[in-house]
């Protein structure tokens, strides 16, 4: 059954997060320093003290067309590894993107449509959130306009394809639609562009543009809200409760979406399940980046969010998993990582591919690149669990397929994919500018 309220955790955590700051006066900001780039509800949202958000019937409608997705046991996964480890997944593939994106593309386009805006601006890393907000916009008449992140770009055609199929109009970031993006472009005619640099383009359209807003496919506390459907469902569909949740990060809204209700049972003292994420080591916020307050976007356009980052203008390399490729991590798991709820690892791009493979000829399904790392993370789990007999529960979300990065997968099977070793000095440069 498909939830009918979001879960919110804030009400439950041993503190509140730190709030954003004005990025001129470095104040907490309030509703009406948002209110150019979201619609009053989403803003309440996103500061919401409730522990409990009904879930709006319009929302739910569309939500029907794939909710609830599956939650399968990896028999066969299981079998191929000897262990004695239980796996399952939670698959949101299932969505018409194909992705955990349209549960919050969903809703925000609802709550803008509702408030009588014409156009939504966004920014998308691998596609998956690109294409999820054109289909929600689609449903609610909204136009939409995306700055696709120029290596995914190129990577990725079908997915720009597939959000031209639904309405919207993708650039490659950076641009020269926006005055951010000629910067970039003038500092480096052939940058690769990062989800920083497109947030910028997005954001300043949005705020210069009658009628217009920006939406955001993860990171603020609205985004993982919505995701908690997943988390919900999987709790009222597991025959056990388990023992380990591993999810991959970017922003975090896969993550904070499984994770979130899981949590709220183990803060009750209903659980013992341990929580952990898993992270690119060519973009590994958590684990090697600096808990402080830094710009969302790589033009300094949005308020300061205290988060685990590796500074606004860091450029990750070009790795495939394009929605992981994130200089900064949600500030609500940000803060939940501080105080000690889950733990952090990171995976390289070819173990993680290597476990896509694994994947798909045991259980069938082609895993985008983004959830490979928390296979990656699940099968080394279960193998430890084979060399010490423990029989371990263990859950996952497979938050999307990976029908769009055949050309990904085929670098693997050709042996041309590398792994990107990232050396210290470049985060320390990007720290070097951290906003005092």
């Known amino acids: ?17 730190p709030p954003p700051l004005h990025p001129a006066t470095r104040q907490p900001i309030g509703p009406e320093d948002l209110a150019p780039l979201f619609p009053a509800e989403l803003i309440a949202q996103e500061v919401s003290t409730e522990r409990y958000i009904p879930i709006p019937q319009e929302v739910l409608d569309v939500y029907r067309l794939w909710r609830p997705t599956p939650l399968i046991r990896a028999h066969r996964l299981e079998k191929s590894l000897g262990t004695p480890a239980r796996i399952y997944y939670k698959y949101e593939g299932v969505s018409p993107a194909g992705s955990h994106k349209p549960n919050t593309a969903v809703p925000q386009a609802y709550y803008n449509a509702k408030e009588g805006v014409r156009l939504l601006t966004t920014e998308t890393g691998a596609g998956q959130w690109g294409s999820s907000l054109a289909f929600a916009c689609a449903q609610f008449d909204l136009e939409c306009q995306i700055w696709m992140v120029k290596a995914s770009y190129e990577q990725k055609p079908y997915r720009r394809s597939l959000m031209k199929v639904y309405g919207g109009t993708v650039h490659a970031s950076p641009s020269t639609v926006t005055n951010a993006g ?38 603020l506390n609205h985004v993982l809200l919505h995701q908690t459907v997943i988390g919900e469902e999987a709790l009222a569909e597991l025959p056990e409760m388990p023992d380990l949740v591993i999810g991959c990060t970017g922003g975090g809204s896969n993550f904070g979406g499984l994770v979130f209700p899981f949590m709220r049972e183990k803060l009750a003292g209903n659980l013992r399940t341990e929580f952990r994420a898993v992270e690119p080591a060519a973009c590994p916020s958590f684990t090697r980046g600096t808990y402080a307050y830094d710009f969302g976007d790589t033009a300094g356009l949005t308020p300061l969010m205290k988060m685990h980052t590796l500074g606004h203008d860091f450029v990750p390399d070009p790795i495939h998993a394009g929605g992981l490729r994130y200089h900064g991590m949600s500030p609500l798991l940000s803060h939940m990582y501080e105080l000690g709820l889950f733990t952090a690892v990171t995976r390289s791009q070819r173990e993680c591919f290597e476990a896509g493979v694994r994947f798909a000829r045991t259980e069938g399904i082609l895993p985008a ?24 529960v263990i859950l996952t979300a497979l938050c999307g397929h990976g029908h769009f990065d055949l050309g990904a997968y085929d670098r693997y099977l050709a042996g041309d994919l590398e792994d990107f070793t990232l050396p210290q000095e470049r985060i320390d440069e990007a720290l070097t500018h951290l906003p005092g």
């Not at 910067?183 to 300043?204: H, M, N, Q, T």
């Not at 690149?369 to 371990?392: M, N, S, V, Y």
């Open 1 to 17: 059954m498909i939830p009918s309220n979001w879960y919110n955790i804030v009400p439950d955590l041993p503190s509140p997060p």
């Open 182 to 219: 000629s910067k970039v472009l003038a500092d480096d005619p052939d940058s690769p562009g990062s989800l920083g640099i497109a947030i910028s383009e997005a954001v300043e359209v949005a705020a210069s543009t009658p009628d217009a807003r920006y939406a955001l496919g993860s990171v």
């Open 369 to 392: 690149p983004e959830p490979t790392h928390a296979l990656a993370e699940a099968i080394a789990e279960a193998l430890r669990c084979k060399e010490t007999g423990e029989e371990k």
